[in-house]
């Protein structure tokens, strides 16, 4: 039995597809075209994110010169109006409640949270803030505050806890420095 003419005629399913392939050799990062800009995800970066409403992303890297000492981090990315940049950031001189988007990326790259569940955190504070840009100022660790009672009232308590750990996190790390 034929539906809706697929195998009819004697052409089968599967012909005129094919799997696509990247035949760049060593060139393993993903493009991703959005709003007329074409945005670079790196997968050897720390972090990686993009914003699709925005076309903006941004990638995390260790300085070369890095140490515990000189906490340096480099972002590299492709601003709202499809301008790439590259900023460097001292982590130890970001101040969580007042710093751009692409600082606090770099911060919490260096305190360890890189997992799924934090990019998608990241992802709603950044929405949360109502800033156009990754390089306007906005109070995170109030909107972290904000998005954990949140959850709390929600009864989402995976991503109370979350929160809960990636406010620690930041506030240890402030403390210490």
């Known amino acids: ?22 035949n760049a050799k060593g060139n393993f ?21 993009y914003d699709a409403k925005t076309g903006e992303s941004a990638n995390v890297y260790r300085a070369d010169d890095y140490s515990e000492e000189n906490p340096f981090y480099i972002v590299k990315g492709m601003d709202k109006n499809g301008n790439e940049y590259e900023q460097t950031v001292d982590v130890s001189k970001v101040n969580p409640n007042s710093c751009s988007y692409t600082e606090l990326l770099a911060l919490n790259a260096h305190t ?4 799924d569940s934090n990019f998608l955190s990241m992802a709603i504070m950044k929405d949360k803030s109502g800033t156009a840009s990754y390089h306007e100022t906005a ?6 505050h904000e998005l954990m009672n949140d959850m709390k009232t929600l009864g989402n308590w995976d991503g109370y806890l979350r929160y809960g750990k990636w406010i620690n996190d930041i506030l240890t790390f402030c403390k210490n420095k």
């Not at 034929?2 to 089968?12: C, H, S």
């Not at 991703?32 to 670079?40: A, D, E, F, L, Q």
């Not at 109070?139 to 972290?144: L, T």
Request: aromatic share 8%; hydrophobic share 40%.
């Open 29 to 49: 990062g993903a493009n991703v075209k959005s709003t007329g800009n074409v945005v670079h995800i790196a997968p050897d970066a720390l972090f990686s994110i």
């Open 112 to 115: 360890g949270n890189k997992s």
């Open 139 to 144: 109070d995170y660790m109030a909107m972290a």
């Open 1 to 22: 039995m034929n539906v809706n003419g697929v195998g009819a005629a004697g052409y089968q399913a599967w012909q005129g597809t094919r799997k696509a392939e990247n």
